[in-house]
């Protein structure tokens, strides 16, 4: 059974910074891709940002040059540095693991960005 875990949410001031973490079960290259979405209250899950296994990185015009995701292989892990958050980034991110036939999910966490 593979599994996600995030972590590192939490409540922030608007133009702090936090870092999300996603551990995985497993090696994280058994992946096509990782990724991190969000979803605030009465929206549609968004696109984040993607790293491919090769190590291909992409974002959401929202987020370009304020978040960055990167990975630990030896810890499975893969993280999204969030700087200069603002009150619309506030949302539950999920963690995503994207195979050919299935794509995994972890359970949420909350970022709350308020003064």
């Known amino acids: 059974q593979v599994q996600l875990v995030e972590s590192g949410g939490g409540l922030v001031q608007p133009g702090g910074s936090l870092r999300l973490s996603c551990a995985a079960s497993?090696?994280?290259?058994?992946?096509?891709?990782m990724g991190w979405y969000r979803q605030a209250p009465g929206k549609q899950r968004e696109l984040v940002a993607t790293?491919?296994?090769?190590?291909?990185?992409n974002y959401a015009d929202s987020v370009k040059g304020r978040f960055t995701v990167s990975r630990d292989n030896a810890k499975n892990t893969v993280y999204l540095q969030m700087n200069s958050l603002k009150v619309e980034d506030t949302a539950v991110y999920y963690c995503k693991g994207a195979r050919r036939f299935y794509d995994y999910w972890g359970q949420g966490t909350q970022v709350t960005v308020s003064s």
């Open positions: 790293i491919l296994s090769g190590g291909t990185l």
């Open positions: 497993g090696s994280i290259f058994s992946f096509n891709y």
